[in-house]
């Protein structure tokens, strides 16, 4: 199973962005899959964001706000998700997924972001 | 609007078996197109898939439960169901059902049980 790697911890101010990351292990290529996010608040179940594979092939989960949004670095081979126009209710942990072999699918450590 | 529950016991002894049930209320299993999941997160911890279970029996299962979860569906209750045997301290974890829908490239779950709370310990 490989390793996604999410920072532990991240930060920003409210009305700032903040862009959390997912790094995939350098044996699978970022541009090959899609990237799927999910928000997760104490208490509470994940929440679907959204998936991105490319600008012409990315959807947002129901009710998500467009400020929430994806991406990818190529050269990095690192999955995006960029969160605009920072509110505190955004301040939560995040999630990146893919799916290496189509049927097994495998989660990031997750990244806390806080909203100074 | 769909909705899931998870329930079991909240509390199994090493070595035993672990059972738990998702009940599906606002849609029906049966109807086909989703897959039906469990996904648990040890405390403090991140998650992990566990498998999925289509309404057909098909299921698909991660490589490192593989050998000790059976995940089953009784279409005539709008349940499925999650077993994992021989059971560790490492399995205490929250466990969440939820469903699954297909994209090319992978799944996304778009709803969530609550959760439930399974402990191992004597």
């Known amino acids: 199973q490989p390793v996604l790697t999410q920072p532990p911890s991240s930060s920003a101010s409210p009305g700032e962005s903040a862009r959390l990351t997912c790094t995939l292990p350098?044996?699978?290529?970022?541009?090959?899959?899609?990237i799927y996010w999910y928000q997760q608040k104490p208490g509470s179940p994940p929440r679907y964001l959204l998936y991105y594979y490319s600008d012409s092939d990315k959807g947002q989960g129901s009710g998500v706000p467009s400020r929430f949004s994806g991406s990818k670095d190529a050269s990095a081979n690192t999955g995006i998700l960029l969160i605009s126009g920072l509110q505190s209710e955004d301040e939560a942990d995040y999630y990146c997924m893919i799916w290496p072999s189509n049927a097994s699918g495998v989660f990031g450590g997750g990244t806390k972001l806080t909203v100074l | 609007q769909v909705q899931l529950q998870e329930s079991g016991p909240g509390l199994v002894k090493p070595s035993q078996t672990l059972s738990l049930t998702c009940t599906v209320s606002?849609?029906?299993?049966?109807?086909?197109?989703?897959?039906w999941s469990w996904i648990r997160q040890h405390p403090g911890k991140g998650l992990e898939w566990i498998g999925y279970?289509?309404?057909?029996?098909?299921?698909y299962y991660n490589p490192s439960l593989k050998s000790r979860v059976t995940i089953s569906v009784d279409t005539s209750k709008n349940q499925f169901s999650l077993k994992l045997s021989s059971v560790t301290a490492a399995d205490t974890a929250v466990y969440y059902c939820?469903?699954?829908?297909?994209?090319?490239?992978?799944?996304?779950?778009?709803?969530w049980g609550q959760g439930t709370l399974v402990t191992v310990s004597s």
């Open positions: 939820a469903r699954g829908t297909r994209l090319v490239g992978g799944y996304y779950f778009d709803y």
């Open positions: 350098s044996d699978i290529n970022v541009g090959s899959y899609n």
């Open positions: 279970i289509y309404y057909s029996g098909s299921t």
């Open positions: 606002g849609g029906s299993i049966s109807s086909g197109g989703y897959y």
